[in-house]
């Protein structure tokens, strides 16, 4: 009797091309979700882009337009020592300034509230009562790419308020399967930063803006991978356009419809109602400027995570206050959450004032940009750097949470210590050996953006009560 086997080779392609056949197919589109998409490729992707994380940020950066602004005061300062060091304020809304509060109440990390009245998380509150839908705008660096903490906390907040979806979505991402929350695709746009040489008219709260070419499309299906995000109710795409344009949108359940645009200057908004798990776009208009793409909830809670690598917060600062009145006809919000510090600090500077008034002229036009929303500030999350043949919390990561708080209270808004909520000093190594940082350790694992949205939506709902 014969006992030869087959090839070991070919076993090998057939159980590959098993994989990538099964990995193309649409499984949870086909089965109404019940069961979860497969993809070889995007869990590639995925370790791909962590893999880059670390390479990138064993040293992270300072950005550039923090240094650029540092170097104006420094000069100011030069020109006119009496006066330079008001020119960087923007004053807060009154001459009291709130002492430090303390941040624990024994396991739970309390967000301080720096508000005039204190009146706390206000605006929020009142969105959930009215039973209306209540947008958060989580707007930040690397910490959060890829819907890390964010996608956790959007879970823990529909969970308890309502709703669906995932928010504010970019028209286009290099590593679209970094994240798990969506899955995202398309092509033929050309996306633009607000650190770059971008057009003051098109800066928003994202800081990023993209351009169509002659064919353009966006392309954004739900995964089953959280309880709220294989399906929504609305979509929304927001956009300017300059010129007369053909845009055509496309859902799961319907066929292309053809939208015919009128020029304008002004934010226009296409809205699909009904149930979804799937919405596209396409034009063949070239010079479109696509603001966003919004899928969420009538009602409940949709939460935007806006993240721009490299990015220390002063930035937006330029945004487009005029855009963002136009665009809060369609998106407003009611509570921005701004989390930075990660490309300000370094681990010889001890001393971040200059940093913290830039960042009370952030929060004050943020302010002014979205009058409803209450402003919640984030401090820096424990950091690690190697001492000798060990790694320890950066030694000036407190400076640096100092400046966060002062920034908070002088410009009378919220703040929540990251940090503390980690486990404070030495929290990084804890981390670290427990799978929730990367070996980076700065940047947290997806594990590691579960545990601290759980700390940070149990002092949310600790400041509704």
Known sequence: MSTQKGSPFL????????????????????????????????????????????ADNEEEAIDPELIKAMKEEE?????????????????????????????????????????????????FRHAIESGSLARVAVVGDSYIEGDIFTQDLREKLQTAYGGSGVGY????????????????????????MANKKADPRYIGIAEQYAVSTTSANASYEGTSAFSHTSGWDRSL??????????????????????????????????????????????TATSGLIGLGVWLDAAKGVSLDCMSSRGFSGVTLTKINSGLCRQMAEFVDYNLIIL??????????????????????????????????????????????EKRGGTVASMA?????????????????????????????EGAVVEWSNAG??????????????????????????????
């Open 11 to 54: 076993v090998i392609i057939t159980a590959v091309t098993v994989i990538i056949i099964v990995s193309l197919l649409p499984l949870s589109r086909w089965t109404d979700g019940r069961v979860k998409d497969f993809s070889l490729f995007s869990d590639i992707l995925h370790e791909v882009e962590v893999i880059k994380d670390i």
């Open 339 to 384: 989390e930075f510090g990660i490309n300000a600090m370094s681990s010889s500077q001890k001393n971040y004032s200059v940093y913290s008034s830039h960042m009370v002229r952030v929060i004050n036009h943020i302010r002014a940009c979205y009058p409803r929303a209450d402003i919640l500030v984030m401090g820096v999350g424990d950091r690690g």
């Open 436 to 465: 929730l940082i990367n070996k980076d350790y700065i940047h947290m694992t997806h594990k590691g953006g579960a545990r601290l949205a759980d700390e940070l939506f149990r002092a949310i709902q600790n400041n509704l009560q």
């Open 169 to 192: 979505m970019s028209m286009h991402s290099d590593f679209p399967g970094f994240r798990r929350s969506v899955r995202q695709g398309g092509k033929g746009w050309k996306t633009v």
């Open 396 to 424: 000036t990561a407190p400076a640096m949470i100092s400046a966060q708080r002062d920034a908070a209270r002088r410009a009378h808004c919220l703040f929540w210590d990251t940090r503390e909520a980690m486990g404070g």
């Open 75 to 123: 000069e100011k300062e030069n020109r006119n020592p009496l006066t330079a060091s008001d020119s960087v304020l923007s004053q807060p809304i009154d001459t009291i300034i709130a002492p430090p509060k303390p941040s624990r109440n024994g396991d739970l990390v309390m967000i301080e509230d720096y508000t005039t009245d204190g009146v706390g998380l206000i605006q």
């Open 237 to 282: 795409f927001l956009f300017i356009s300059p010129q007369n344009s053909v845009i055509n949108v496309k859902t799961s359940d319907g066929d292309w419809e053809e939208r015919n645009i009128t020029a304008s200057d002004s934010v226009q908004c296409i809205e699909v109602s009904g149930p979804t798990s799937r919405f596209e776009l396409k």
